[in-house]
Nanobody, 114 residues
Framework: QVQLVESGGGLVQPGGSLRLSCVAS????????MAWYRQAPGKQRELVAR???????NYADSVKGRFTISRDNAKNTVYLQMNSLKPEDTAVYYC????????WGKGTLVTVSS
């Protein structure tokens, strides 16, 4: 069964950094567009960053210049490097495979607090 497994979340102080990883099982990882979403308490899930098969990227305005999405197709992994973290970045971060049907990981919690 194909799965997405996120890791790398945790507690970090404002201004700190974290790197999230998402490992995909199964084959043909390189053929899929991948994305990171997040959901803060009481809010809707929102797109954070997306990377397509050609490694083109796009970002939510709120994270531009601070977050970087990348992928390593040899490792079936997509990353989210998060720098200059703010308390408003606190959320559960989910990995997503753009496919039919779409595929979601279970999420990893990021808490930004002093």
């Amino acid at each position: 069964q194909v799965q997405l497994v996120e890791s790398g979340g945790g507690l970090v102080q404002p201004g700190g950094s974290l790197r999230l990883s998402c490992v995909a099982s199964g084959t043909f990882f390189s053929l899929y567009n991948m994305a990171w979403y997040r959901q803060a308490p009481g809010k809707q899930r929102e797109l954070v960053a997306r990377i397509d098969r050609s490694h083109s990227t796009n970002y939510a305005d709120s994270v531009k210049g601070r977050f970087t999405i990348s992928r390593d197709n040899a490792k079936n992994t997509v990353y989210l490097q998060m720098n200059s973290l703010k308390p408003e970045d606190t959320a559960v971060y989910y990995c997503n495979r753009e496919s039919t049907p779409t595929l979601w990981g279970k999420g990893t919690l990021v808490t930004v607090s002093s």
